[in-house]
């Protein structure tokens, strides 16, 4: 791994340097469709992103917003999704290049999640047991 100042550097000289600057890169993982990178023209918004990644799942959360500043600071936001929010708003804004949008587990989606994972080795047992009873 690299060290928390390598890291940084590396991250305010990647947000410095924009190849296309009609588009930029943005990163939406979590609770869509399609997570991973998405690239946008210059001047979209976090909806917009958000629909570009396929649009949120069901049971969805809350959504966390990161920005990592020139200057190094770190914008970070946690808000309700608000697809009618105004552009430019504090739950809406306007992206620049390596912003990071993630749609958080709702609490039901993880006690769902949760469960699964309890339960699913005993479905897998269950379902080999059913293939030797007569």
């Not at 550097?9 to 009609?22: I, W």
């Not at 993982?29 to 649009?55: D, N």
């Not at 969805?60 to 917003?65: D, H, Q, R, S, Y």
């Not at 479905?123 to 080999?128: E, I, K, L």
């Amino acid at each position: 791994g690299k060290s928390p100042v390598v890291l940084r550097e590396q991250l305010l000289k990647a947000g410095q340097t924009n190849l296309s600057p009609q588009f930029i890169q943005v990163y939406v993982s979590g609770r869509v469709k399609t997570p991973g990178g998405v690239t946008m023209p210059q001047g979209s918004t976090l909806t917009q992103a958000i629909s570009l990644a396929g649009g949120m799942q069901l049971l969805k959360g809350k959504v966390e917003f990161v920005r990592f500043t020139r200057e190094g600071e770190i914008d970070r936001r946690l808000f309700s999704y608000s697809p009618g929010a105004a552009s430019g708003s504090p739950t809406n804004p306007i992206l620049m290049a390596g912003d990071i949008i993630r749609v958080q587990d709702s609490a039901l989606s993880a006690a769902v999640g949760v469960l699964n994972e309890l339960t699913g080795p005993f479905v897998g047992v269950y379902s080999v047991y059913s293939l030797f009873r007569p």
